[in-house]
């Protein structure tokens, strides 16, 4: 790892024992068992939600005769991006030159892809025991917990992919019970997100074997071939399908389908449709009145004295939430993970600096991966903290070292503070929202795939080590029918002190593109001066910049100015009113429909 500037693509990291389920190796045995329940199951769902044809079909006998692509099926596989992988596959899978329409390739694509993923799974348990390096057996440890999410991740669409194949409806609204649980399956968004998850998830994977040699890279290699450019696939053909991107290289794919309006007072601060009226309130209330679940206090007062308990204690796969407030004091535990089991956990603080979750793991120290050093993680949809203080205590001189990351779909981070240096805050994936928090770092101190919003947040750059320059961002959207992307709305970009009185010796930049595709803008907020003139900085001298989409929207303060940017051809320094409405709550994470249940407040849209 270098010590200035540059930096190593995020890799894997050393797997954490995940707090779902019992510590300890699983036999091959039960794990083919799980994942074959897992994949018939997805399919029986399919066959009954599909009607007929298309999954019943994909379970018979092959004929002796394979006849070569309909004419629907070059014609999805045309929206890809690859799309001789997409022909091929295609070809392989039984039943689907039955297929009479794009929906029902799109339908039959998420069903092979599963089981392409599945197959990975499985291969890659055959080398548990093998022998590993250090790295090794961390790339390889977090690859299987990234499978085995993501196989979750498309099971999930397959089962809404099925339930919409039959239905001439562009856009199925989807059933909110009382306790903010679906009635049925997912809406083309929530398929959008989980798609580009796995996509994530499986680039995550990969990037973590990149700079090893050996047999178990090799290994890898060979079982995850081509599995994140079958999850590109199915993202081209379900948003060709249903509309959800025309293709033309505009900013974001989230269309208003069916006439269906955002109705908001952009002057307002609502709440979303998903949460119960007790929850709406929930976090506006003080700590001490609130009736948890669980209480974690260090001196025995409460439920349990670790947060680790805490995690242990709480229900897995709950529809409804589980408060744990955790009490004031530093609680210094291994890799704290809320894994994907645990869903709906809402964590409540006694505020900044006075509830503390820290740690000390970094790549430089441990030789472990970026992935692998977070102080608090979390998976499980509906993840929920507020009044935390997460910190990374590792310095500046041992790199990547993240504070807080986060993976979970519906995640709200609401008055928090995330310290660190390099690598502070890891927006995995899915769809998350920060709402008036203080981040603190260097290099790329926020940075990951989610599709992600940042509301009355402040941005705080350190100082750095000698020969560093400061990245606020960097975004790694890799492919264009992807979901992702950082808004940073109404929001600050200040320099510390200890800055402050530096910042000419270091210089800050907005953000730089991690991935091709990157995605990131600034609206409406205040730039401090500290910034660079020129605003955004490349990531290397070889990396392309004709994809990306950066912007910037009537923001204010002394590097508002934006006459001396880069000249890149996708940097939008004036951005359009309506280019910048669609990365709002309202429009790029359909806020209303989630955020509102936690009751945080938030503006929906731009200011007035």
């Not at 917990?145 to 001439?168: G, H, I, K, N, P």
């Not at 449709?273 to 700590?287: A, H, I, N, Q, Y």
């Not at 407030?325 to 994907?340: I, Q, S």
Request: hydrophobic share 35%; net charge neutral; aromatic share 8%.
């Amino acid at each position: 790892m270098s010590q200035n500037y540059g930096r190593l693509t995020p890799t894997l990291s050393t797997r954490t024992t995940t707090l779902d389920d019992p510590p300890g190796p699983k036999s091959k045995a039960r794990t083919r068992r799980i994942l074959l329940l897992l994949l018939v199951g997805a399919l029986l769902i399919a066959a009954a939600a599909f009607g007929i044809p298309a999954a019943a079909r994909s379970l018979a006998r092959e004929p002796e005769h394979k006849p070569g692509p309909t004419r629907v099926i070059r014609e999805a596989c045309g929206l890809t991006r690859y799309p001789e992988l997409c022909l091929s596959t295609l070809a392989e899978f039984p039943g689907s030159v039955a297929a009479l329409q794009p929906r029902e390739v799109a339908h039959i694509t998420v069903n092979m892809t599963l089981r392409k993923f599945g197959t990975a799974f499985s291969a890659s348990t055959e080398i548990r025991n093998w022998e590993m390096d250090t790295w090794s057996r961390s790339a390889y440890e977090d690859c299987l917990e990234l499978l085995e999410d993501s196989v979750d991740l498309l099971a999930r669409s397959l089962l809404s992919v099925s339930q919409t194949t039959t239905s001439s409806s562009s856009v199925e609204e989807e059933s909110v019970s009382d306790d903010g649980s679906n009635n049925q399956g997912g809406s083309h968004q929530d398929v959008v997100t989980w798609l580009s998850g796995a996509m994530t998830n499986q680039d995550t994977c990969t990037d973590g074997f990149n700079h090893l040699s050996g047999t178990v890279k090799n290994q890898m290699v060979q079982s995850l071939q081509d599995l994140s450019e079958l999850v590109s696939n199915c993202l081209a053909i379900y948003a060709a399908c249903h509309k959800l991107d025309d293709f033309s290289r505009t900013p974001i794919q989230n269309r208003k389908l069916l006439g269906f309006e955002h109705k908001f007072n952009s002057t307002n601060h609502e709440f979303p449709k998903w949460m119960t009226r007790s929850e709406r309130v929930l976090l506006g209330t003080p700590t001490q009145v609130i009736q948890a679940d669980i209480i974690v206090a260090q001196d025995g007062s409460g439920t349990v004295k670790t947060i680790t308990e805490a995690i242990k204690k709480a229900p897995q796969n709950s529809a409804r939430r589980t408060i744990i407030v955790v009490k004031a004091g530093t609680y210094e535990e291994d890799n704290l993970k809320v894994g994907r089991k645990k869903t709906n956990l809402w964590f409540l603080g006694e505020g900044k600096g006075r509830t503390v979750i820290t740690g000390k793991k970094s790549v430089g120290q441990d030789q472990i991966s970026t992935f692998h050093t977070a102080a608090f993680a979390a998976t499980g949809t509906g993840f929920v903290v507020r009044d935390i203080t997460f910190v990374n205590e590792a310095g500046p001189q041992n790199n990547q070292a993240v504070a807080l990351r986060v993976g979970a779909d519906h995640a709200v981070v609401y008055r928090c503070e995330i310290k660190g240096y390099q690598d502070t805050l890891y927006v995995h994936s899915q769809r998350q929202f920060y709402r008036e928090c203080d981040i603190y770092g260097t290099v790329d101190f926020i940075f990951g795939n989610a599709a992600v919003v940042f509301q009355n947040c402040t941005m705080w750059a350190r100082k750095p080590m000698a020969q560093q320059k400061i990245t606020i961002t960097a975004q790694n959207r890799k492919d264009p029918n992807q979901n992702t992307g950082m808004s940073i709305h109404a929001c600050q970009a200040r320099p510390t002190l200890d800055l402050e009185a530096n910042k000419s010796s270091f210089p800050t930049f907005l953000g730089r593109p991690w991935k091709m595709f990157s995605r990131v803008v600034y609206m409406e907020s205040y730039l401090g001066d500290h910034i660079d003139p020129t605003g955004w900085i490349e990531w290397n001298a070889t990396s392309p910049l004709d994809k990306l989409y950066y912007g910037e929207y009537s923001n204010v303060g002394p590097r508002a100015d934006t006459s001396q940017r880069v000249k890149w051809s996708n940097l939008h320094v004036n951005m359009s009113r309506e280019d910048a409405e669609k990365f709002t709550v309202a429009q790029f994470i359909f806020g209303q429909e989630w955020i509102t249940t936690t009751g945080v407040s938030y503006q929906s849209g731009l200011s007035a």
